[in-house]
């Protein structure tokens, strides 16, 4: 399973735009890079999920380099209410019956400040 | 809403106690995968059932044992309960193969051991 390293934590204001930059060196050729938001004594939330390039939805963008060893998660325009941890995973979503076993870090504290 | 239900919320045992959790799935999804999140850490893979079999463990001792029930609604047990096993326990539900990759995840039951 492909470890991944995250900053412990980020601080931002509302209505900024904020990167949070996910590194994940051993990243094996089938796996895709997921993201996911936890608030406190929650279930995390799936936000993004990207194999190469870009990918955007209406919550987020991901970027992933050519080389697939790092990833940003980017969120345009925070407001309060996007305080909460975020967690990179990187695995292979495809199971089809064997066991997907998702591996999260440490995650990134992201604090929105007013 | 995620639709992944689980009970109870919140409990209280002894050490050396026994403890049931119990999670309902989402409409539609075939398996069923628990986390163990300890306080100010990323969750942690427990075990995962599809279509009632354990198909992939973490590392985990026996005393966490699980079954997936054919409607694929699932429990986890947890026997000779230790101080550190007090954590938020997680479920998370998703179709096997599907597209996206996503899990997703119930609100948690929170174990406390005293």
């Known amino acids: 399973l492909a470890k991944t390293t995250q900053p412990i934590s980020m601080d931002s204001y509302e209505g900024q735009e904020v990167n949070i930059t996910c590194s994940h060196n051993n990243i094996a050729t089938n796996d895709y890079i997921t993201w996911y938001q936890q608030f406190p004594s929650q279930g995390p939330r799936f936000i993004i999920q990207g194999y190469k390039t870009k990918v955007t939805n209406e919550v987020a963008s991901l970027f992933i380099p050519a080389d697939r060893k790092s990833s940003t998660l980017s969120l345009p325009r925070v407001s309060l209410s996007d305080t909460a941890v975020y967690y990179c995973l990187v695995g292979d979503p495809i199971s089809s019956g064997s066991a997907r076993q998702l591996t999260f870090g440490s995650g990134t504290q992201l604090t929105v400040l007013p | 809403e995620t639709g992944v239900t689980q009970s109870p919320t919140h409990l209280i045992k002894t050490r050396g106690q026994q403890v049931t959790l119990r999670c309902s799935s989402q409409?539609?999804?075939?398996?069923v995968s628990w986390y163990q999140q300890a306080l100010g850490q990323g969750p942690q893979f427990i075990f995962q059932?599809?279509?009632?079999?354990?198909?992939g463990r973490g590392n985990f001792p026996p005393r966490f044992s699980g079954l997936q029930f054919p409607n694929y609604s699932s429990e986890l047990n947890v026997n000779a309960l230790e101080l550190d096993d007090s954590a938020l326990y997680l479920c998370?539900?998703?179709?096997?193969?599907?597209?996206?990759?996503?899990?997703?995840f119930g609100e948690g039951s929170r174990l406390t051991v005293l």
């Open positions: 059932y599809y279509r009632e079999e354990e198909n």
């Open positions: 998370a539900s998703s179709l096997d193969g599907g597209s996206a990759g996503e899990l997703f």
């Open positions: 409409s539609g999804h075939n398996t």
